[in-house]
């Protein structure tokens, strides 16, 4: 199945997106990890994407809707992915049908992370990120069994550049602004799904479960 994983950022997509590739086997694609990554190899799209990732701005549209269908063509993409910080706008959205329409495949259900504000600014601003491995910690909530080192890959643990405050308020108004009207798109197309965010990590994942088996029903 090819999901959609939409939220503002610290809504707890990548979480869940994790928790459901590992249950099924379906690829992880987070154009966040991936702009890292060529960022911490110095690749060309890691050097065109460090000044917008940092300023907490949208990274050009043609890199990352290259990124994402060089990353579909991939053989382990062939029985669905979930793609989680993609797209981000309704151009992206547009381009995503006309890569997934000219393959024969189309998206099955798209998730809508819903969470308040307060919520994500306590969650984005204790936020930890693994160097190695991108899991995540939290300060409070999921604290690492060693302060600021990974419990999976030991590898030191990061407070992003653009979870800093002012960079944080910056993200949530693009996201309102050109990421938000994504869940009308796909309301239009039947495709839309709502979960509450605010809950803990393993509440959201029993309602995915809910909804991805009612989705399998369906089919
Ligand atoms: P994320 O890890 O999804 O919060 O993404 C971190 C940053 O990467 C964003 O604030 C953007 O600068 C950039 N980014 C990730 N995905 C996209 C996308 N689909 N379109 C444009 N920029 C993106």
Redesign the pocket.
């Known amino acids: 199945m090819i999901l959609i994983f939409l939220g503002p ?1 610290g809504s707890g997509k ?1 979480t869940q997106a994790k928790r459901l590739s590992a249950e099924h086997g379906w690829p992880h694609l ?4 991936m ?2 990554t060529a960022i911490s190899i110095g690749s060309r799209v890691g050097l065109e ?1 460090k000044s ?2 940092d300023q ?4 050009p ?1 043609s890199v ?1 809707i290259n990124l994402i269908a060089e990353r579909i063509s991939t053989m382990d993409c062939a029985h669905g992915f979930i793609l ?6 309704i151009a ?1 959205a547009h381009a995503l049908d006309a890569m997934l329409g000219s393959r024969g495949r189309s998206i099955g259900r798209v998730v809508l992370f819903e969470i308040t504000e307060p919520f994500l600014i306590k969650r984005l601003s204790g936020r930890r990120t693994c160097s190695g491995c991108n899991t995540m910690y939290h300060i409070e909530a999921s604290p690492p069994k060693r302060e600021e080192v990974c419990d999976l890959c030991g590898k030191a643990l990061i407070h992003r550049s ?1 979870d800093q405050p002012e960079v944080i308020h910056k ?1 949530l108004e693009i996201y309102s602004k050109e990421t938000e009207p994504l869940a009308g798109f796909y309301r239009i197309e039947g495709k839309l799904q709502s979960i509450d965010a605010t809950l803990s990590p393993l509440e959201v994942s029993q309602q995915l479960s809910i909804l991805l088996a009612e989705e399998r029903s369906e089919l």
Do not use: K, M, W, Y
Not at 30 to 33: A, C, F, I, V
């Open positions: 950022p990548g987070s154009t966040g990890d702009l890292r994407a917008f990732i907490g701005a949208l990274v549209d990352v989680d910080g993609f797209p981000r706008n992206q653009d993200r």
